[in-house]
């Protein structure tokens, strides 16, 4: 009901920046929360940032100060700049959507490698 399309990753050197972006389409509704997770060889995926229909804003602690969600309502486009990259950072990202009605859904994944 719901497909996301993410673009965006590649490889960059530490200390420097990427842009992610994330377009959806389908019944998005009209409450829902989105964001970016992240997912290293052998580690759990884990939220890195998040932004809810209301504007609610989370970030995970490693990348505060760095990361940046937003989003654009008429594109149906949410965007991660991550500036300030580190190896850490290095993971597969994903985009996910999630409705008032508890329906969820991710983007396929797009590799993020940062390596000097």
């Known amino acids: 009901q719901v497909h996301l399309v993410e673009s965006g990753g590649g490889l960059v050197q530490p200390g420097g920046s990427l842009r992610l972006s994330c377009v959806a389409s389908g019944s998005i509704g009209s409450i829902y929360v989105t964001g970016w997770y992240r997912q290293a060889p052998g580690k759990q995926r884990a939220s890195v940032a998040t932004i809810s229909s209301g504007g609610s804003i989370n970030y995970a602690d490693s990348v505060k100060g760095r990361f940046t969600i937003s989003r654009d309502n008429a594109k149906n486009t949410v965007y991660l700049q991550m500036n300030s990259l580190k190896p850490e950072d290095t993971a597969t990202y994903y985009c996910?959507?999630?409705?008032?009605?508890?329906?969820?859904?991710w983007g396929q994944g797009t590799q993020v490698t940062v390596s000097s």
């Open positions: 996910r959507l999630y409705r008032l009605d508890l329906a969820e859904y």
